[in-house]
């Protein structure tokens, strides 16, 4: 990399064509100017100007050497500008959340970037564990998780708590016991069903639920598109579990049947990001849109 002193002094030299006066503007004495331009000509391998006694010509390697020096200038003072200025209405917001939140809260967010057209939205559907990884490595800006992180290296915020709802098919008959019901019908999967079970089981103090082990439930059927998890409940085949949110945006609830506990079980949601992380001035108004959609 050239010298970034050496290059001032050549540009200086070049746009006032005098080493004395160049040596006066720079405060340096005139073998001092010579010494820089020396340096710089050792760097490149090159003879950047033609030495005439008390004047000189710039060569052709001089000239790509001033104008690639002028460049340097212009970008880092352009550089400079947009450090100065942080735009809340303009650049990537990313956000990693569970299938269903995103469901929820993509359009919500939608209405932002038709507001302020340079607003880009990310969203990545991911599981707790791999959404915590893409913070802590730098993929993505912030996430929202059920679990409260590691506070060593996150900052994290309570957003609300979410309904988690147990769904089987409307025409299945639920005066029997919960567990045998589950585990005759069997379990439509999904990515996030083996972690929603276990808090359902645990929180719903239903005896038959707390007693049944979520491994013995038989999985007839796995998805990974949120949108489509309870198209088969629909049409009379197994059960899932989701939370309430997702459920509020199936096309055919008259179809479907979510059983009532005693006592709701609820997640409680966390929005998160990397430990001590300043973001830019436009998560500002993305944030507010997310902590007031549960509020």
């Known amino acids: 990399m050239l010298n970034p002193v050496w290059l001032k002094t050549f540009i200086t030299l070049v746009d006032i064509g005098h080493f004395t006066q160049t040596a006066e503007k720079l405060n340096m ?11 710089l000509e050792e760097a490149c391998g090159y003879n ?11 060569t052709e390697q001089g000239r790509l050497v001033y104008n690639h020096a002028k460049t340097l200038i212009r970008v880092e003072n352009s550089l400079f500008e947009q450090l100065s200025y942080d735009d809340p209405f303009s650049g990537k917001c990313s956000l990693a959340c569970s299938g269903s939140v995103a469901l929820f809260l993509y359009p919500k967010l939608l209405k932002l970037q038709n507001q302020h057209s340079n607003i880009h939205i990310n969203m990545k559907a991911a599981p707790n564990h791999e959404i915590l990884t893409d913070i802590k490595n730098g993929i993505i800006d912030q996430g ?3 679990d409260i992180p590691n506070e060593s290296f996150f900052d994290f915020e309570e957003l609300g708590k979410e309904e988690l709802c147990l769904i089987v098919p409307q ?3 639920v005066n029997n016991s919960w567990g045998q ?7 439509i999967d999904h990515p996030d069903a083996e972690h929603y079970l276990s808090m359902y089981f645990r929180q719903s103090k239903k005896e038959d639920l707390t007693q049944l082990d979520v491994t013995s439930i038989r999985v007839i059927g796995f998805i990974n598109q949120i949108n489509q998890i309870l198209e088969p409940l629909a049409h009379g085949i197994g059960f899932t579990i989701l939370p309430k949110s997702a459920v509020d945006c199936f096309h055919s609830l008259e179809r479907l049947k979510v059983l009532k506990p005693q006592q709701p ?5 966390y929005l998160v990001r990397k430990k001590n992380k300043v973001l830019p001035a436009r998560y500002a108004s993305f944030n507010s849109i ?3 959609a549960w509020s």
């Open 48 to 58: 950047l100007i033609k030495r005439e006694k008390k004047s000189f010509s710039i």
């Open 290 to 292: 997310i902590q007031k």
């Open 171 to 173: 025409e299945v008959n």
């Open 265 to 269: 079980v609820v997640e409680t949601l």
């Open 144 to 146: 929202i998780v059920t």
């Open 181 to 187: 019901l589950l585990l005759d019908l069997g379990l």
């Open 29 to 39: 004495t005139q073998p001092g100017v010579s010494q820089h331009v020396n340096k």
